[in-house]
């Protein structure tokens, strides 16, 4: 092998280890404005088959139904005060978004960047089903929380803010 060749190589090998993000386990715990209680689990958080990032949930004890799942911009899933009162989860910020487009646009829209697919939660109170966000890179994430909503997401702003979701019920700081 030539010294050019071994050259090549070695750049191509930075390029792609430049590239590699690693997989993250995120503890996933139960809040409210009193702060971060007991874990309810975890979510696996991995690049997607193709592209973007393939959310792995694996929790317990959450309300049977769809819930609002989104990345916040803060690493901090304490209350904090809101309109004069302490609120669940607010240490963590708004939506990922780090164009400012301030709109809640759904995993696919042209909003947040933080804006995932609902949450499904089964009768039993189990989360299980994995869900991918197509916009996001894994590089997007050190640093920043996921978000547990009390109510589901219908992608908008309207007829409420956020995609309607509500309450913040749990929360996992991404690290």
Known sequence: ????????????????????????????????????????GTVKVSAGPNRGVLFTPNLKGLPAGTHGFHVHEFADCGAKEKDGKPEAGEAAGGHLDPKATKKHGGPTGLGHLGDLPPLQVDAAGVANKAVLAPRLELKDLGGKSLMVHAGGDNGSDQPKPNGGGGARIACGVIK
């Open 1 to 40: 092998m030539t010294r050019n060749s071994r050259l090549l190589l070695a750049a191509a090998g930075l390029g792609i280890a430049g590239l590699a993000h690693a997989d993250y386990t995120v503890t996933m715990n139960s809040i409210d404005e009193k702060g971060v209680g007991q874990s309810i």
